[in-house]
């Protein structure tokens, strides 16, 4: 093993703990949540910002060393990659997202450019029971999943129908608004690719407690059964006591983060008392409307999002789709005022449609 010394640690590896200096390996193990020390082979004008384990935001530049987990991302609005089959040291892979996910990248985005080549130094090891050498993950440091949640406080679900539509705006918003009726709010993240901006917006606004999916050893929910993890992520909020507890729900309820999954489970239904919305367009907020009734048998409690911008959307939704259309910039204690009356709704007196087989399967 050789020991080097990084410029960056970033937040995607942050359940590690590392030390800017660590010790490497050339055994690199290809797999999700393993960190590696990478190079920077690049600099690019944009897209370029690193988010590190403090929370800090710094420009990449062309060999900075970095470290970061391995994941991969699946982004409508971003770059694609995947952890390739097997990963030696000088391979070059690319930065994935701002989160440092660290991946082979199968698709660009016209907006951003290519992404960011690194190439691979080596596996980043620490000490582990006994003062043996293994190999840093986030695994050995997550959350535990839960398989049945028995009780909880309520919960309110942020989704959207895609990919920046103002699901963590919103979010921030009503954990602000909440802790000003005087509630106890916790908050959380419960898909996506690995970055910790959101939650610490959410703990800003003044959640009592935060967490993201990435404590359960999930670098990107894509592909994967996120209803044990989110129920972990769940019970580990409710040991703070919460009054209420507000769930993003990453990307959007169509696509491969999961959202879909978490939406359908009856046990998380059981304890939500709201779900917000966030759309840009009218054809998404009436695709939501119409999966929620025959899909997830909930009724939307507010529509949010840049589709209530202005009077054409709000009157729309309100007048054609009878669903409270508000906008968490403009109309945030409206919103606010919406949702602490869903979660003081009974649960028995919350609509639930019927099956009606259209989109039931």
Request: glycine fraction near 10%; include cysteine; hydrophobic fraction near 45%.
């Amino acid at each position: 093993m050789t020991t080097l010394t990084a410029d960056r640690i970033a937040s995607s590896a942050g359940l590690c703990g590392l030390s800017h200096t660590v010790a490497l390996s050339d055994y690199v193990i290809a797999s999700e949540g393993y960190v590696v020390a990478v190079k920077a082979l690049d600099q690019k004008e944009g897209y370029n910002q690193l988010e590190t384990s403090d929370g800090t935001f710094h420009t990449i530049h062309k060999g900075d060393i970095l470290l970061g987990a391995l994941g991969e991302r699946q982004a409508l609005k971003g770059y694609s990659g995947r952890v390739p089959r097997q990963i030696a040291v000088g391979d070059v892979l690319n930065v994935l997202n701002m989160g440092g996910i660290v991946g082979k990248g199968t698709s660009d985005h016209p907006d951003l450019g290519p992404a960011l080549r690194v190439e691979v130094l080596g596996a980043v090891m620490v000490e582990g029971a006994g003062g043996a050498w293994q190999h840093a993950r986030l695994q050995d440091h997550a959350l535990d999943p839960v398989y049945e949640l028995t009780s909880s406080a309520p919960l309110i679900m942020v989704s959207g129908t895609s990919m920046n539509t103002g699901k963590t705006y919103a979010c921030a918003q009503l954990v602000h608004g909440l802790t000003a009726k005087g509630l106890r709010v916790a908050a959380a993240k419960l898909t996506g690719a690995s970055l910790m901006r959101d939650v610490r917006a959410m703990r800003e606004s003044g959640a009592v407690a935060v967490a993201t999916f990435t404590e359960t050893g999930v670098v990107s929910s894509t592909d994967k059964a996120m209803e044990p993890l989110a129920k972990g992520i769940v019970a580990h909020l409710n040991r703070s006591r919460p009054d209420v507890i507000v769930l993003e729900l990453g990307d959007g309820f169509i696509g491969y983060y999961g959202v879909d999954g978490l939406l359908m489970d009856k046990e998380l239904q059981r304890f939500t008392r709201a779900h917000v919305v966030a759309a840009t367009d009218l054809a998404g907020a009436w695709a939501a409307d119409r999966m929620f009734r025959e899909r997830y048998r909930r009724e939307i409690t507010a529509i949010t999002g840049p589709v209530t911008d202005n009077l054409v959307g709000k009157q729309y939704l309100q007048n054609a789709l009878g669903i409270a259309a508000h906008n968490a910039r403009s109309d945030m204690d409206a919103l606010t005022n919406c949702v602490h009356t869903a979660i003081q709704t009974p649960m028995h007196a919350i609509n639930v449609f019927p099956l009606s087989g259209a989109m039931g399967a």
